[in-house]
């Protein structure tokens, strides 16, 4: 269901692309739910009393599928028996093990998600069976979102230079173009109530712990303009985050909006995009807010910032602690003269996000696939 996030919205986009390439294209999942793609559709049931057994189950469903069924290039998002390709969208699993409460800000709470970690019995068989692929002397071109995904994956694995390759998320340009549908910024503002002289930062997140919500927050209070709107966008459950702006005393500059399979609207109500990120292997919202115009906002553990230049495109923090840096580039993307030039400067970075260059370069990596796999 391309609603659910940004890897599942990728993996649809993907086999679209691919499709208008001339190649035939299936995706195997457990569950396809409103998938209307016109990629082939292959059910493997995950059966079970937990998610563990869930996973374990479909992941061996799909291997005795894959025995079956021949495929000239398996492309994987998540860990799995075997594949061609391992394209760990949600980040490394064993980064998430050993180190996955690095989200949180508070040490009381990371120590409690470090626990946590230890006893989820499916985070721990994601990273094994990570482990048992990447480990394998003939396994997969692992395909990194960023730089900054590889270095993680460099601290828990050693695999060749040849079996790494590098591959930036893309933005559908069709979609998301800042020239299209001009209305729909007044329309959107007006149904939030949210006044012409109001300057909006706009945050999208699946997780607001992780994506910095909290610091947002922190940051909007010690600006102390009431023009500044922070305008937040995600299916989470808002009231204790609301109980924190209340506290904050911005209640009244923080707008939850709840999800929305309309991002688009959402950007171009905007004036900026902020995410102040703890972890993100490479962020597709911060890539859309720049092919929409946005400057953007966020942070070195984020892999989309590898694309920005910091004061060019937007601001890269050093880390979401940086609340004062954070207010900082707040104040500096408040003003308008600013905010045309990043403009600017985002939207020539449209080209690199280009779907094409994106599949040029993924059949690039499916080639090397191909020879590897002859060599073995």
């Known amino acids: 269901d391309p609603r659910r996030g940004g890897a599942e919205r990728y993996t649809a986009d993907l086999a679209a692309g691919l499709l208008g390439r001339g190649l035939k294209v299936s995706i195997i999942a457990s569950d396809l739910g409103d998938y209307a793609g016109e990629a082939g559709r292959v059910c493997v049931p995950a059966s079970g009393a937990t998610r563990m057994r869930r996973y374990v189950s479909f992941i061996d469903g799909v291997a005795s599928h894959l025995k079956k069924r021949s495929y000239d290039m398996v492309h994987a998002m998540l860990?799995?028996?075997?594949?061609?390709?391992?394209?760990?969208?949600?980040?490394?699993?064993?980064?998430?093990?050993?180190?996955?409460?690095?989200?949180?800000?508070?040490?009381?709470?990371?120590?409690?998600?470090?626990?946590?970690?230890?006893?989820?019995?499916?985070?721990?068989?994601?990273?094994?069976?990570?482990?048992?692929?990447?480990?394998?002397?003939?396994?997969?071109?692992?395909?990194?979102?960023?730089?900054?995904?590889?270095?993680?994956?460099?601290?828990?694995?050693?695999?060749?230079?040849?079996?790494?390759?590098?591959?930036?998320?893309?933005?559908?340009?069709?979609?998301?173009?800042?020239?299209?549908?001009?209305?729909?910024?007044?329309?959107?503002?007006?149904?939030?109530?949210?006044?012409?002289?109001?300057?909006?930062?706009?945050?999208?997140?699946?997780?607001?712990?992780?994506?910095?919500?909290?610091?947002?927050?922190?940051?909007?209070?010690?600006?102390?303009?009431?023009?500044?709107?922070?305008?937040?966008?995600?299916?989470?459950?808002?009231?204790?985050?609301?109980?924190?702006a209340k506290s904050l005393g911005v209640e009244q500059q923080v707008i939850f909006a709840g999800r929305t399979d309309d991002p688009v609207s959402f950007y171009l109500a905007a004036d900026f995009f902020v995410l102040p990120t703890r972890h993100d292997p490479c962020s597709l919202v911060v890539l859309e807010a720049l092919a929409m115009g946005l400057p953007v906002i966020s942070t070195k553990q984020n892999g989309a910032c590898e694309i920005m230049s910091n004061g060019r495109e937007g601001f890269v923090l050093d880390g979401p602690e940086d609340v004062e840096g954070l207010a900082a580039a707040y104040r500096m993307t408040m003003d308008s003269s600013n905010r045309r030039l990043m403009h600017t400067h985002a939207i020539s970075l449209r080209g690199s996000l280009a779907y094409g260059v994106h599949l040029d370069r993924l059949a690039a990596v499916y080639q090397r696939c191909a020879q590897l796999n002859r060599r073995v």
């Not at 947002?216 to 995600?234: H, S, T």
Request: hydrophobic share 45%.
């Open 79 to 244: 860990p799995v028996r075997s594949c061609d390709v391992y394209h760990p969208h949600a980040g490394i699993a064993a980064d998430y093990l050993n180190g996955g409460e690095l989200k949180y800000g508070k040490a009381i709470l990371r120590g409690a998600a470090r626990v946590g970690n230890f006893l989820n019995a499916k985070r721990r068989a994601f990273a094994r069976v990570e482990r048992e692929l990447l480990e394998k002397t003939d396994g997969p071109v692992v395909l990194c979102l960023s730089e900054y995904l590889k270095a993680n994956l460099r601290k828990h694995y050693t695999i060749e230079e040849e079996r790494l390759a590098t591959l930036f998320n893309a933005v559908d340009l069709m979609k998301f173009d800042p020239a299209a549908r001009p209305a729909s910024r007044d329309d959107l503002r007006d149904r939030l109530g949210i006044g012409a002289d109001k300057v909006v930062g706009l945050m999208i997140a699946q997780d607001f712990s992780r994506k910095g919500l909290a610091p947002a927050m922190q940051a909007l209070a010690r600006v102390q303009d009431e023009r500044l709107v922070l305008l937040v966008v995600g299916k989470e459950e808002a009231a204790p985050w609301r109980r924190m």
